[in-house]
Nanobody, 127 residues
Framework: QVQLVESGGGSVQAGGSLRLSCVAS????????MAWFRQAPGKEREGVAQ????????YYADSVKGRFIISQGNAKNTLFLQMNSLKPDDTAMYYC????????????????????WGQGAQVTVSS
């Protein structure tokens, strides 16, 4: 079993930046994919970014491409999401996710394949 603990949420002005962190315990091994999802009130949870744990390949949803950066720490049990040029539409609860499978190609990881979820971190962007 794995626990995912998130931190770094908060409130920022439009155009600002925020950095989310997710720590997995214990260390993750084997084949896996880690991703960030977000869910706004009344909307479905959607994947925004993912990274292949075995190789580092990344993929981003069109809505965040060019603004968000997903990365792993040297220990490979820490996941980051650097969010730049934030917009009010980015306001949502952000969730760290882990799947014990390879990241899909050309699309964001589907939520039904996620094995573990973080507790969520609220991000609020005001105009």
């Amino acid at each position: 079993q794995v626990q995912l603990v998130e931190s770094g949420g908060g409130s920022v002005q439009a155009g600002g930046s925020l950095r989310l962190s997710c720590v997995a315990s214990p260390y993750i091994y084997g084949t896996y994919c880690m991703a960030w999802f977000r869910q706004a009130p009344g909307k479905e949870r959607e994947g925004v970014a993912q990274i292949y744990g075995g190789g580092g390949a990344t993929y981003y949803a069109d809505s965040v491409k060019g603004r968000f950066i997903i990365s792993q720490g040297n220990a490979k049990n820490t996941l980051f999401l650097q969010m730049n040029s934030l917009k009010p539409d980015d306001t949502a609860m952000y969730y760290c996710a882990l799947s014990f499978a390879k990241c899909p190609s050309g699309v964001v990881l589907g939520r039904t394949t996620v094995h573990y979820w973080g507790q969520g971190a609220q991000v609020t962007v005001s105009s």
